[in-house]
């Protein structure tokens, strides 16, 4: 599937992507679509999260993220955060997916490939 990969987006480097667990941040997207799919032609192990901030238009990147990853055959999972008024939304997304990563793969949070 690698070389698919590199076949159908020239310039891919699913090398740089681990052989072991894949802990991939779907947002619904393009970017992170592809990110998945790539996870996918190297990897095995690959979970995918979706961090919802509870912000408008949250419903419908949820179906597009659980879309994604039903078409990869990737188990997807959602975790609702809400960020406290000293912290950016991307401090809360991180921490988040260090913590989802960390569990799901049960490894330290910096072994985790995100």
Do not use: K, N
Not at 2 to 10: H, I, K, S, T
Not at 64 to 87: F, G, H, K, S
């Amino acid at each position: 599937m690698a070389g698919e990969a590199e076949d159908r987006l020239p310039g891919a480097r699913p090398e740089l992507i681990p052989r072991g667990p894949v802990v991939v941040a779907l947002s619904g997207g393009a970017d992170s679509a592809v990110a998945a799919w790539l996870a996918t032609s190297r990897s095995s192990e690959v979970r995918a999260v979706f961090v919802d901030h509870g912000w408008p238009g949250s419903t419908a990147m949820v179906a597009a993220a659980r879309a994604v990853a039903d078409r990869l055959a990737i188990p997807l999972r959602v975790v609702l955060v809400q960020p406290t008024a000293t912290e950016t939304a991307a401090l809360v997304t991180a921490r988040t997916l260090r913590s989802v990563a960390s569990t799901t793969f049960r490894q330290t949070p910096a072994s985790c490939p995100i």
